[in-house]
Antibody
Framework: EVQLVESGGDLVKPGGSLRLSCAASGFTFSNAWMTWVRQAPGKGLEWVGRIRSKTDGGTTDYAAPVNGRFTISRDDSENTLYLQINSLKTEDTAVYYC?????????WGQGTLVIVSS | DIVMTQSPDSLAVSLGERATINCKSSQSILHTSNSKNSLAWYQQKPGQPPKLLIYWASTRDPGVPDRFSGSGSGTDFTLTISSLQAEDVAVYYCQQYYGPPPYSFGQGTKLEIK
């Protein structure tokens, strides 16, 4: 059974940084493309970015609002996906989900909440 | 970037009746090479993550009841629930994954019981 468990969400001040983690199990993580999706409170889903498997280059793609501030990385030895978030803005307040897949998303974690507020 | 627009924003349907949700993309998401549309549908219940229902516009994910079906091509797509059940109350999202990112979701359609 696929399991994705996000952690690292917190209350942070504007301009601050945070690193989110997603611990994966139940599938061959190293072969998987992974994606982060976020959802602001009471709002819809927003695609954040994805990372390819190392065998497919391990490269990343980002949405325009986060490009240059967010960095997705992976540790295949630990079966863990990361999202480094810098220069946080109030509009980054959201639940952040990690998902399997680079196109459509079959498996989702429960999400971790990031609140950006002074 | 491709913009996805769903209609209606909310919908109330009686139990056992048909529910139809529409999704329109700002440009065609049909791959002419394989005749597949890069469109997925998700269901999200309160306090839960989204659940994949359909991908490639009409392929049901394993375990999804057959009362859920997807149709359409090019820029216009539909999610149909043939006979609404109480457990289908949720927000439904379409998502395009055509070509290189960024990918995008529709704004969501809230489905309730009439």
């Amino acid at each position: 059974e696929v399991q994705l468990v996000e952690s690292g969400g917190d209350l942070v001040k504007p301009g601050g940084s945070l690193r989110l983690s997603c611990a994966a199990s139940g599938f061959t993580f190293s072969n998987a493309w992974m994606t982060w999706v976020r959802q602001a409170p009471g709002k819809g889903l927003e695609w954040v970015g994805r990372i390819r498997s190392k065998t497919d280059g391990g490269t990343t793609d980002y949405a325009a609002p986060v490009n240059g501030r967010f960095t997705i990385s992976r540790d295949d030895s630990e079966n863990t996906l990361y999202l480094q978030i810098n220069s946080l803005k109030t509009e980054d307040t959201a639940v952040y989900y990690c998902t399997t897949g680079g196109s459509y998303y079959a498996d989702w974690g429960q999400g971790t909440l990031v609140i950006v507020s002074s | 970037d491709i913009v996805m627009t769903q209609s209606p924003d909310s919908l109330a349907v009686s139990l056992g009746e048909r529910a139809t949700i529409n999704c329109k993309s700002s440009q065609s998401i049909l791959h002419t090479s394989n005749s597949k549309n890069s469109l997925a549908w998700y269901q999200q219940k309160p306090g839960q993550p989204p659940k994949l229902l359909i991908y490639w516009a009409s392929t049901r994910d394993p375990g999804v009841p057959d009362r859920f079906s997807g149709s359409g091509s090019g820029t216009d797509f539909t999610l149909t629930i043939s006979s609404l059940q109480a457990e289908d109350v949720a927000v439904y999202y379409c998502q395009q994954y055509y070509g290189p990112p960024p990918y995008s979701f529709g704004q969501g359609t809230k489905l309730e019981i009439k």
